[in-house]
């Protein structure tokens, strides 16, 4: 496991989910879904909400940001470790999908149609975790 728990991980992985939501290439990309986004991330347990229904996007880790009547367009299950290897640019979502490596309920093709704007992402994920002096994220 590259994080020690959920805080770690969302103070990581979170935090530059929310940071790139304000890029207006990434953020009007998901805003196009119009889709509230759940993701059930294993190893540590953490549960990730994406809400592209406004036009900043925002990413919430907190249980109560989203109302338990809420139904999520897409449900994404993955180990903490590959949603981390996916934004480093290190797992295909392609391979992870057919593998099983990341699991999806509901329209696959909303989420491979996001692919172009994740690309110049993995650069800057790579960029924050230096920047957070976390060097041995980068090196996996």
């Not at 993955?78 to 996916?86: E, L």
């Not at 640019?89 to 149609?113: D, F, I």
Request: proline fraction near 8%; charge should be negative.
């Amino acid at each position: 496991m590259y994080f020690v728990n959920a805080d770690d991980f969302q103070g990581t992985l979170g935090v530059f989910l929310a940071k790139i939501m304000d890029d207006p290439t990434v953020g009007d990309a998901f805003a196009s879904t119009n889709a509230l986004v759940k993701i059930i991330f294993t190893e540590p347990d953490t549960i990730m909400w994406i809400d592209c229904r406004q036009p900043v996007p925002s990413v919430s880790t907190d249980p109560a940001a989203v109302p338990e009547t809420e139904v999520p367009d897409m449900v994404l299950n993955m180990s903490a470790d590959n949603g981390h290897r996916f934004w480093l640019g290190r797992l295909s979502l392609p391979v992870a999908l057919t593998s099983r490596k990341v699991k999806v309920k509901g329209p696959t093709s909303m989420l491979m149609k996001l692919l172009p704007a994740f690309k110049p992402v993995y650069r800057g994920y790579e960029e924050f975790l230096l920047e957070r002096g976390r060097q041995d994220l980068v090196s996996v």
